[in-house]
């Protein structure tokens, strides 16, 4: 089965420090594409970055940046510089169907994330 | 401004009740789903459509059913079969069947009472 693991429940990072949330994944598939999704309270899902995995250069944001381990199936994010904005539930997302008939997103089950002033 | 809608964004159904939620999208994207969103359990895909008049069930599809008659709209029913319904709903549309981002509607929070 294809999955996307979040081993991260919580975490939590001084404001203006750097944290970096994990993710991995599972799939047979040679070619798809990973995203970042940020949830505040709102509840709006917030597309924050996203990598397409024939892509060797790991993506960036702003703020943002991923480091993609193609080989040992890592897509990890990286939040520099942290405010007190993003703190939110973060959601590492796979879509595994690449050129398939599919198409869907598979979600890991999320990193609260709390940023202290 | 181009985007999703889902309405309401909250509601309340009697158990035994079939309940529908409206999602709406102007962003002329082929492609729509609907999510259901527990504690802890991180999103998980009821159904989905590529183009009108077609689609797919997902993971956890058994109580629910979809129509896609425009390419605007995809309602979810959620039957009184749908043992547990009460959760969060997420509708989503992308472009070229999910190749790309997907862009989310700001939810309906579903309570069973």
């Known amino acids: 089965a294809q999955t996307v693991t979040q081993s991260q429940p919580e975490m939590s990072v001084q404001e203006a420090e750097t944290v970096t949330l994990s993710c991995t994944y599972d799939?047979?598939?040679?070619?798809?594409?990973l995203f970042w999704y940020k949830q505040p309270p709102s509840r709006q899902m917030i597309l924050v970055i996203r990598q397409e995995a024939y892509k060797q250069q790991n993506a960036t944001e702003n703020r943002f940046s991923v480091n993609f381990q193609k080989a040992a199936k890592s897509f990890s994010l990286k939040i520099s510089d942290s405010q007190l904005g993003d703190a939110a539930m973060y959601f590492c997302?796979?879509?595994?169907?690449?050129?398939?008939?599919?198409?869907?997103?598979?979600f890991g089950k999320g990193t609260k994330l709390s940023v202290k002033p | 401004d181009g985007g999703i809608t889902q309405s309401p964004k909250y509601l309340f159904r009697k158990e035994g009740q079939n309940v529908t939620l409206s999602c709406e999208q102007n962003l002329n994207h082929d492609a729509m789903y609907w999510y259901r969103q527990d504690p802890g359990q991180g999103l998980r895909l009821i159904y989905y459509s590529q183009i009108v008049n077609d689609f797919q069930k997902g993971d956890i599809a058994e109580g629910y059913s979809v129509s896609r008659e425009k390419k605007e709209s995809f309602p979810l029913t959620v039957t009184s079969a749908q043992k547990n319904p009460t959760a969060f709903y997420l509708c989503a549309s992308s472009m070229f069947g999910g190749l790309t981002e997907a862009f989310f509607g700001q939810g309906t929070r579903l309570t069973v009472v």
């Open positions: 997302a796979c879509d595994m169907n690449y050129g398939g008939s599919q198409g869907n997103l598979i």
């Open positions: 799939t047979s598939e040679s070619d798809y594409y």
